[in-house]
């Protein structure tokens, strides 16, 4: 019994080291979640433009002449 709790005593001690060398991320994968967030970001910003720019055209579809009061009646009718 009395070796048995002295090599549990042991490993414990010679694996703390290791233990407390362990790292949350590597700086790799934390690059990389970086550039994930950031290229998602940007496809969400294209996106919304994109929505933005179809709404705009469908509204803007409606063929309108801007200088229709500066004609006078006569002058597209020939």
Do not use: C, H
């Amino acid at each position: 019994m009395k070796r048995l709790i002295l090599g549990a005593t042991a490993l414990a001690i010679l694996a703390a080291p290791a233990f407390a060398q362990k790292k949350d991320d590597e700086p790799l994968a934390i690059l990389e979640r970086e550039k994930k967030q950031q290229a998602e970001q940007v496809d969400q910003q294209y996106q919304r433009t994109i929505n933005r720019t179809r709404r705009e055209t469908d509204s803007a579809s409606a063929r309108t002449d801007p200088w229709a009061n500066m004609r006078s009646p006569t002058d597209g009718k020939r």
